[in-house]
């Protein structure tokens, strides 16, 4: 059973142009980001350098977090294609274990990766350096636990111990000044543990 794909994106009814705006607006923020990094981008900057108003700049995002929401919103909707339907051993047509393996391998380098977006997009509201679990990490895993043989389980309570145990290190390690200085390392670790974690998890 493979996964719908979670509304993340496009809202539906969308008009044409509003469509042409966003990517406009996210290529452009993209643009930006590669050359000066998140801390100098700005509404009225990305507004000039997209020939947008700064009306529909401000519509498209409210805020200036807003702004790094909807390129995580765009970059999460990839990652779930390829969680979807993109080539094994994350997506499709692997071992349920190798697959869910695989998952935490690739969820770790996502939110790693998008760290400083993920900083910028603190709303004020969010306690740590990065969004809540996403649906699709809770939904894939309980889907691939239910494929494996585990015995008797609670395979809800298994799930959430597992998303939490990928999820919630990656947020305080988000935070730490070891991951600025060696996030490739650190990245490893804790792919590895995920890794060493299911093992033991699924182990006969």
Not at 95 to 109: C, H, K, N, T
Request: proline letters at 7%; a negative charge; glycine letters at 8%.
């Amino acid at each position: 059973m493979d996964l719908p794909v979670l509304p993340l994106g496009a809202p539906r009814g969308e008009r044409a142009d509003a469509v042409r705006n966003r990517l406009h607006l996210l290529a452009t923020v993209r643009e930006m980001l590669a050359e000066q990094g998140a801390d100098k981008l700005t509404m009225d900057a990305l507004a000039e350098r997209a020939g947008l108003g700064k009306g529909t700049v401000f519509r498209r995002f409210r805020t200036r977090a807003g702004i790094f929401q909807a390129l995580l919103d765009d970059d999460e909707k990839a990652f779930q294609e390829q969680v979807l339907s993109g080539p094994p051993p994350l997506g499709p047509g692997a071992a349920p274990q190798d697959r869910l393996i695989a998952y935490g391998r690739a969820r770790v380098g996502f939110l790693i990766g998008h760290r400083e977006i993920a900083r910028a997009a603190l709303d004020g509201s969010q306690p740590v350096p990065a969004g809540a679990e996403t649906p699709l990490s809770r939904t894939h895993i309980r889907m691939l636990l239910a494929q494996i043989d585990l015995g008797t389980v609670d395979l809800d309570v298994l799930t959430v111990q597992l998303t939490a145990a990928l999820d919630g290190p990656l947020l305080l390690y988000l935070s730490a000044s070891d991951l600025t200085e060696a996030p490739l390392q650190v990245e490893e670790r804790i792919a590895q543990g995920w890794q060493d974690l299911v093992q033991r998890v699924c182990r006969p």
